[in-house]
Nanobody, 123 residues
Framework: QVQLVESGGGLVQAGGSLRLSCAAS????????MGWFRQAPGKEREFVAA????????YYADSVKGRFAISRDNAKNTVYLQMNSLKPEDTAVYYC????????????????WGQGTQVTVSS
């Protein structure tokens, strides 16, 4: 069992930065790939970024590539999402999730989810 708690969301102006954190419980955190997803009002939840459990390969949605960076600290059981050059269209609730295997781009493969943190980007 893995419990995930996100933090770091808030209100920021366009062009600004935020760093989201996702703290995980459990001693097996390092064996899970981690992903970030987001859901804007009236839209479906979508993939943002993911990081593998082994060598730390990273994957990004085209919409955030070059602006967002995912990383993990297995010693702290934490995964991060550094978000730079934020745009109003990045406004959403951001969720972190954990999976042992599967397609990291697909939310159906993720077993555990956090409660989400709100990110609002003003223009």
């Amino acid at each position: 069992q893995v419990q995930l708690v996100e933090s770091g969301g808030g209100l920021v102006q366009a062009g600004g930065s935020l760093r989201l954190s996702c703290a995980a419980s459990g001693r097996t955190f390092s064996t899970y790939a981690m992903g970030w997803f987001r859901q804007a009002p009236g839209k479906e939840r979508e993939f943002v970024a993911a990081i593998s459990w082994s060598v730390g390969n990273t994957y990004y949605a085209d919409s955030v590539k070059g602006r967002f960076a995912i990383s993990r600290d297995n010693a702290k059981n934490t995964v991060y999402l550094q978000m730079n050059s934020l745009k109003p269209e990045d406004t959403a609730v951001y969720y972190c999730a954990a999976t042992r295997s599967g397609d990291l781009y697909s939310q159906g493969w993720y077993e555990y989810w956090g409660q989400g943190t709100q990110v609002t980007v003003s223009s």
